[in-house]
């Protein structure tokens, strides 16, 4: 009888461990076809997903064997959790797991953007030699703002303070007191503050529906001109019409985004859009951070389908 279903691409060796214990079902495409997954979702006892199975209400009502989802990363937005708790399965997730990552992509999108690499590379690869035309801005002195302070806000912000950056942070489930903030010598402050104060703008927060649209064009309209914004959260808290029109309107001096509003994205405006340095959802995607990620997702469902607890559970479920 089949235990494990897989229907994203998550392999190496946590996946092969567990299935030396368990029957694993390996369909790293299923994902794009609904129908077909809820056709097999009955016959297993745990399902295994990225960011792209949609876990909802039906797919979990026509799950009447399963115990557990394990959502290999950390957003939750792809999986009904409601509704799960409501059929008594349990979600766990792998938080902290890619956050080192995260950081580091945010990092390399902001010296990107400051110093204008990719364009330069490009330039540079065309046969030209134009070192005025790549004139950049120094990072040394300037302010950092993360729209979100969780793990990855966090780590993001140590790494920006070690170029001597100024920490600002928005997030609204923080107390001014917070002693990762307090470390950094960070200041809480509201978003509209943030936004006009900081000279580069990085958001680390969950999709939700308070979050949703939540950067748009009057919250561009209060960033510095020349400011830099980068988004390696979620696609839907920007208004990506918003984003392209600020760039064309020269009301922000570049962005960079590995998350899209749809993924994959139908081209539309933000690829033509001046200064953007897009990239395609990567920032978790490092070997170290998928080791763990996946190693994680692994340990705790082999932990539910033996009867113990798991250690990274997003809900409550009681049994019967
Ligand atoms: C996460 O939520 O962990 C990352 O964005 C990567 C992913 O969605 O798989």
């Known amino acids: 009888m089949p235990d494990v279903l897989l229907s994203e691409n998550i392999n190496g060796e946590a996946v092969k461990a567990l299935s030396q214990r368990f029957h694993v079902t390996f369909l ?9 997954l809820l056709r097999c979702i009955p016959d297993f006892r745990a399902l295994i997903v990225r960011n792209q199975t949609q876990v909802n209400r039906a797919l979990l009502d026509a799950a009447v064997r399963l115990e557990v989802v394990g959502r290999a990363g950390v957003g939750l937005d792809n999986v009904d959790v409601k509704a799960a708790t409501e059929r008594g399965i ?6 902290d797991q890619n956050a080192i990552s995260v950081a ?7 010296l990107s953007l400051a110093r204008r690499i990719p364009a330069a590379h490009e ?13 950049g801005t120094e990072l040394h002195g300037k302010t950092f703002g993360i729209i979100g302070a969780g793990k990855i806000g966090y780590l993001t912000a140590c790494r920006a303070k070690a ?24 200041e809480l402050v509201s978003l509209e503050v943030l936004l006009e104060r900081s000279d580069v703008v990085s958001c680390h927060m969950p ?10 064009a009057g919250m561009f309209g209060r960033m510095k001109p020349s400011a830099l914004f980068i988004n390696t959260s979620r696609g839907e808290v920007v208004a990506e019409a918003d984003l392209a029109e600020a ?18 994205p139908t081209a539309g405006v933000l690829e033509d859009a001046p ?13 170290e951070a998928q080791n763990r990620v996946t190693r994680a997702i692994c340990e705790d469902i082999a932990r539910v389908l033996d009867g113990q607890p798991a250690q990274n559970s997003v809900n409550r479920v009681s049994k019967n």
């Open 28 to 36: 790293p495409d299923l994902w794009k076809d609904p129908p077909a």
């Open 90 to 95: 349990l979600i766990t997730s792998t938080p």
């Open 104 to 110: 580091e992509l945010a990092i390399g999108m902001m």
């Open 123 to 135: 330039d540079t690869r065309a046969g030209n030699w134009n070192r005025q035309r790549f004139c």
């Open 163 to 186: 170029f001597g950056m100024k920490i600002l942070a928005y997030d609204p489930y923080l107390s001014c007191d917070n002693v990762y903030l307090s470390e950094l010598a960070g």
């Open 207 to 216: 999709s939700t529906p308070e979050t949703a649209g939540l950067l748009n």
């Open 247 to 264: 760039l064309r309107a020269g009301i922000l001096a570049g962005a960079a985004l590995d998350v899209r509003a749809k993924e994959p």
């Open 275 to 287: 200064n953007i340095l897009l990239t395609p959802h990567i920032a978790a995607f490092t070997d």
